[in-house]
């Protein structure tokens, strides 16, 4: 089993960042947080990384080239993975294609159902709730071109409750699952590393 070099990308509170970082610093994952980036200047995210001395950069996608100004960080960090953790923003292709199977992602659903262009944040809990679903889970997943539709690397159920609420439901999946299975697919692909 070997450490990788880990990029993580955020857009907003970055509480999946924070399992990474926790995994890290328990000695869980071998792996090295070598910087956080975001799409967003105010990203709670990029602070949780200044907080445990992690390099954070933000990008301002307003300005020109922000893929290659992307990819060249990447580079210049030499990253082995990246890791979406709540980032909102789709991905160059060209990137895509230079990072292949190194890019996962969390998302808050059961792929492919609720998955795709507008299905993030509540959005996606209040279309499983809309739809009377019994159940409704997280799932870590390759990047590929498609949105939210690339190999299921571990996919995690829970109950729904006659309760819910898409609030409710999200902070659920957040503490009960996103924050585990993403810590576990990373450990599987230092594994295969
Ligand atoms: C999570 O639900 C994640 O699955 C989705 O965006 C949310 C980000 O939460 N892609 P956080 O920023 O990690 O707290």
Do not use: W
């Not at 990029?46 to 990008?59: Q, T």
């Not at 993975?81 to 890019?103: E, T």
């Not at 699952?177 to 230092?190: D, T």
């Amino acid at each position: 089993m070997s450490g990788l070099r880990i990029a993580v990308l955020v857009s907003g509170g970055g509480t999946n960042l924070q399992s990474v970082i926790d995994a890290v610093e328990a000695g869980v994952l071998q792996s090295k947080i070598v910087c956080v980036i975001s799409n967003k200047e105010t990203a709670y995210g990029l602070e949780r990384a200044r907080a445990h001395h992690i390099p954070d950069y933000f990008i301002n996608p307003k300005e020109e080239n922000y893929d290659e100004r992307l990819f060249a960080k990447l580079q210049e960090e030499k990253v082995d993975l990246i890791v979406l953790a709540g980032y909102l923003k789709i991905l160059a292709p060209s990137l895509i294609q230079a990072y292949r199977n190194r890019i996962i992602n969390i998302h808050p659903s059961l792929l492919p159902k609720f998955g795709g262009k507008g299905f993030y944040g509540l959005h996606v809990h209040k279309a499983v709730l809309a739809a009377g679903e019994k159940e409704s889970g997280a799932t870590v997943h390759f990047v590929n071109e498609g949105v939210d539709t690339g190999e299921i690397i571990i996919q995690r159920k829970v109950n729904i409750e006659p309760d819910d609420t898409p609030e409710s439901l999200q902070s659920r999946i957040l503490e009960q699952i996103e924050h585990k299975i993403l810590v576990e697919a990373i450990k599987m692909l230092e594994g295969s590393n």
